[in-house]
Each structure stands twice: as C-alpha cells, then as structure tokens.
C-alpha cells in the first residue's frame, strides 16, 4: 500500500518523536510513504479563521500535489485531516470552487478532488484492519488502561467527517484492544484538549487539558493516547500548566497513536522517541514490563 | 399486534437542596417500546413510580426547548432522543442535567447564566439613524441577505449549545456559542446600525476564547451550526479592526507564516502573537520544552514551490469575509 505522506508541521518539528513512530509502524505493516517536499501547513484552523477560502484553496494545493501522483493522502494529526478533508467538502460549493480554481490555475495547478484523506487511526482499523494489525502484536499490552483522546477535527463537524461516530466512535478502542490493551471510555475522550487557545488565555486551555486527564484518570487509565499532536501538546508539554490548573497532581504518560501501536510490535522506547516526552512514560511501560526509556 | 417492549433502567440524577442530602442517582426500571422519547419516559417514572421528580418541558414536540438535559453525557432534547438507541450503546439511559448552570432540583437548572451571555450581545436592531426604516415598507431586506443568517433564526434558545461548550465550562466570561450565534445574526442583518460596535465589543474575553470543537453543532437540535457562524464572526472581526487581541493576532500571524514559508514557525508565531516583550512570560516553559524538544526553536525549512502559497493569497486575499 502506497500513501502520500503528510505529516503535518508539528510532526516535522517539535513533535518529530510522532514522525519516528509513524515511520516505524508504517515500516511494519508494509505501508509505502511517498514524501512531498512541497506540501505546505494545512492552517490548522487558524487560516481558516482568517480567510475561509485561502485555506481551502492552500489545501487544494497540497490535495493536487498527491492527485498528480494518484495517490491518497495519510494524516497523522487530527487537525491536518480536518482540514485537507474540509478543503475537499467545501469545493463542492460551486462559488468556492470557482474562485480556488482561478487562484491556482495560474499556477498551472488544477485540482479534481479525487484525493482521499485518510487518518492512520482509519487506515490502520478500516484499510490494513484489526485482525492484520493483531497479527503483528509481539508484545500485547496487556495490563495497560489507555485512554483514547481523539481530538476534535478528526470526528467533528460530523456530517463533514462522517467516517466514524462524531458522538460514540469506537476505532481507537477497537484498536488498543487489538493490541492487547485496555481500552477507557470516559467522557473527555471526545471533547477538546483546549489546545487553540493556548495562545488566547493559557489559563482556561490548560484548565480544559487538565479537566480531561482527570476524566480519564478517574476511569482508572494509566495513560491516554491521541492521534493528534496538537492535543499531545496540551496534554503532555503543557501538563505541568494544567495540574496547577485543576490543583491537582496528574502524572499521566501520553503516547501518540503510532507510539502505542510501535509499542505493542516490538519498537523499543527509543525508536518510538519516548524520552521525548515532558511527562515521562516510565509508569505505563512498567505495567508492560518494558524497559523504561 | 403491539410493538415489542424492553426493559429500560434510567439512572437519573437527584438532588433536592432542603433535604441536605447530597446529589446522588436514583435507579427507575420500565418497560417500553424502544422509541419511547426519553422524556416520555421521565414523566411516566414521574406518574408511575416517583412524583418527587423534578424536570422541566413543555410542547414534547423539540419546538419548545424546555427539556434540554444531559441523557448519557450528551447535551440534548429529552423529547426528540429514544430510549432504545440509548440503551443499545449504553446498556442503561443515564439522565443528569444539564453543565455550565447551578442545579435548582433534580434536572432542572438556573438559566441564568445563559441568558445573562445572551443580553450581552445585546439581542435586539440598533437601527442606523443614518438609514431610517422607508415608511410603509414591512421589510428592506433582500432574499438574499436573508438567506446570510437563515440557520440562527431557527435557534429555539434551549441551551444544549451551552452545556455541551467547553470553554463555557472552563471559563464564565465565554459567551458561549449560542450568543454567540444570535451576534452574527445581527452583524450581517442590513438594517442593523452597530455591526463595527458589536464586532469591536465582542472580541475582549469573548470572541476568541471560541476554541473551533464544534461540540456545539453536535449539540445543537436545530442544526444552527454555531461553530460556523463563529467562524464567520472571527473572519468578519479581524476585517473589521485588524489583529488587536492575542487571538487575532495568533490567527493573522499564523497566516502570514504560512504564507511566507509554507509551515509553521512556532517560535515566530509565539512572538507575533504576544509581542517580543510578551514572549517573557513563555520563557520558563519555552525552555522547559526545549530541552525535549530543542526543534521547537529550530527555523522551519522552507517547502519547495512556498512562493506559490504567496501567490495563492495575492489572488484571494480581498476574499476576506466583510460585515456586510
């Protein structure tokens, strides 16, 4: 299987620990990535907000750029699928469509919105599937309470997305599952990380953060797990922030999607990048048995 | 031939504040046919096995919005939501409150701070005096400028919006989405006189403490998609006054990034946003994170063909959503 590439700015930079797992689980499961050096940032909702139609037409660049190989793209952050995928819904509207198309036909570049979005959370559970995922478990584990945190652009708005359950998705589950974990539902799993307004008032988005891994760690989880990297942001690098927030301590290790799948196949800590991390994940891989990063 | 039955356990939350006991959850068994509303079956439990239960409705028809209430942890009209779907995911029908207001008794709740957000955004036309009414005429609108705010009329102000905003809950000067809503519908109304005013007004601790979930458009009955109509309000305000607030700025200065390299400048974007003298204030964690995760300073790389997203936005720039 052949996919292009897209792994997002933050898994190019200060999340590259993201960029390794994907790497090595794609490497495991026989999945070609094909890289473009000229895929730009998705706006990550910000460019949106600052102009609705320049950020479907910068995405309409990055979706052309895989059309001309004939390839789908795979995401690993559930901020760029949220917005390649919107990019692709909003050009429906003829009147978007028209004024995108006279911005990159200068360009010579000409989208025909044949390009597929897909997460690796989907192309792990949907295309290469659980039972194919399960066969290459070489370390199940088993013992372990994760609980998923999905990000909000990933499932939601719905009737875009609609690739799973906006309200009680279940893919991650179904995967830590397979992987021998257990997995945690809890409310917070689909709410936001108060990541986009970390920027506008710190307080109340860590306040959120926080509010999140305190549901997750009342529903007994050892660690959380998001195929997002925005989210890791908030729930990882800004953890210290969000435990003075909810004045509480909360010690809970957050893995990145690919880092929990990498676990279970055998990666080492090293190879997923784990030492990386703000919180260490020493506490989980102990319930594994693993050695500590 | 009747329609099959099942046994349907409801957990609902109870709490009545003379009898000093604290908020706890009853358990109530009935049988019913799966598509009984939910609220159908809360005034049965009411009727049949427990007339302490306190709840508020109306119409029973989701025109009212009267029984907006939590029913397993999602914000939404108990008389449009069926026990059997709830009982299929969920094994049991949990029934709480609704967030983000004081509980008065049982499930009903203290609207108080919802509408108190609503008056703020001052709900009502400021007709511009420069531009009175024309006498005689009923309307002044055309159909196509009705058709700008044709999904916020249909708000029936029942609050599942506000209950289900985490930003609500997480921070009290939050308009939250509703409000939020009913402000745009005003700014793009052409008969209103204060759209700069409001658009101006809104953005200090309001506006952009929005945080784009979009938990609000799944929330909402009416399908008034909040999120969107607060997305157009952001676009509509920095054209209005430019990048004056730390969200405005993060917004213009992630743009301009974008358009200048292609990706994301962390380091950049943090000082566009908070200035070079705000940025102090980011250097204890800026070097907390850095020590993990030294990239974080690094200069992104260029991509290939980046002066192709320059010219993207020569060409769509005056694209930027006006007030009106």
Known sequence: MRMAYYPGCVAQGSGKELDMATRWVCRALGIELVEFPNFSCCGSGFVDEANEVLNVAINARNLAIAERAGL????????????????????????????????????????????????????????????????????????LKVGAFYGCHLLRPADEMAWESAEEPHAFEDLLAALGATPVYYRGRV??????????????????????????KAHGAHAMATPCPLCHISLDAYQNHAAKAVRQPLDMPVFHLPQVVGLAFGASPEELGLSRHLVPTDAALAKLGAAAP | MSPETISAQFDVYRYDPSDGTPPHYQRYTLELTPHTPVLTALLRIRAELDPTLSLRYSCRSAICGSCAMQVNSKSRLACETHVGPEMERHGRVVVEPMRNQPVLRDLVVDQAPFWTQYDRIEPHLKLDPAHPMPEGKTTMMTPEQVDRF????????????????????????????????????????????????????????????????????????????????????????????????????????????????????????????????????????????WRKKPEVIHKPHKIQGAEELARIYDALDTDAEAPK
């Open chain 1, 72 to 143: 789908d793209v795979l995401t690993i952050c559930s901020t760029c699928q949220g917005m390649l995928t919107l990019a692709n819904v909003r050009l429906k509207d003829p009147a978007v469509k028209t004024r995108v198309a006279g911005a990159l036909k200068p360009l010579g570049i000409e989208y025909r919105e044949t390009v597929q979005v897909k997460h690796l959370l989907r192309v792990l559970t949907e295309d290469i599937g659980i039972p194919a995922v399960q066969a290459k478990v070489r370390r199940p584990l088993a013992g």
């Open chain 1, 191 to 216: 709410m936001c990380c108060g990541f986009p307004i970390q920027f506008v008032k710190a307080e109340t988005a860590v306040t959120i953060a926080g509010r999140q891994i305190l549901d997750a």
């Open chain 2, 150 to 289: 044709k999904e916020t009329p249909r708000c029936i102000a029942c609050a599942a919006c506000f209950s289900a905003c985490p930003a609500v809950e997480a921070d009290p000067a939050f308009p939250g989405p509703m409000a939020l809503a009913k402000l745009y519908r005003f700014v793009v109304d052409p008969r209103d006189g204060a759209h700069q005013d409001r658009l101006v007004r809104i953005q200090p601790n309001g506006l952009w403490l929005c945080l784009r979930c979009h938990l609000c458009t799944e929330a909402c009955p009416k399908d008034v998609r909040p999120s969107e109509r607060i997305r157009d309000l952001k676009e509509m305000a920095i054209a209005a006054q430019g990048a004056t607030e730390n969200g405005s700025r993060h917004v213009v200065g992630f743009k301009d990034n974008i358009v200048d390299g292609g990706l994301l400048n962390e380091m950049k974007l943090v000082r566009q946003t908070y200035g070079t003298f705000g940025m102090l204030g980011q250097v204890v964690q800026g070097l907390r994170i």
